[in-house]
């Protein structure tokens, strides 16, 4: 397993599509670029963890800043290829995302995760983050993104 790394270049972006593209099947390939560069304006950036030349685990994430928090580092998305789950490249990416967070200054490192995915929320309690919050959303159009939260 490659040491996890910020997501840089194009070729490294569209590695990661497979695999961010399981938690995410909305994602289309033919937009993908498009769409990182648009989310890369509000400080969306990836990071991945490598298996020789295979992606197998993905985050995106953004710095924030809330009165309720201060800087935080917010996950939008934490993914591994489900054919290596609980092979520790999940652990590695959060590590790597804590680190980075650190450096960025944040005081938090938050994320939300869907009220049905359970063997995500066991992995987050194992991993040690703690559920500190409800979220609350009301649809205002397609209500199909549910979904795939």
Known sequence: MNAPRLVVSDAEKLACFDVLHELRPS???ETFLDDLQRLG???YALAAVWDGDVVR???GFR???MFS???ILYVDDLVTAESHRSHGFGSELLRFLEAHAATLGCKYLELDSGVKRLAAHRF???EGL???ALHFSIPLGDTKKWKEL
């Open 27 to 29: 994602l289309k390939r």
């Open 41 to 43: 304006r509000e400080g």
């Open 57 to 59: 685990a993905v985050a």
């Open 63 to 65: 710095p924030m800043e």
């Open 69 to 71: 928090t201060g800087k």
């Open 124 to 126: 987050y309690r194992r």
């Open 130 to 132: 703690e559920e500190v």
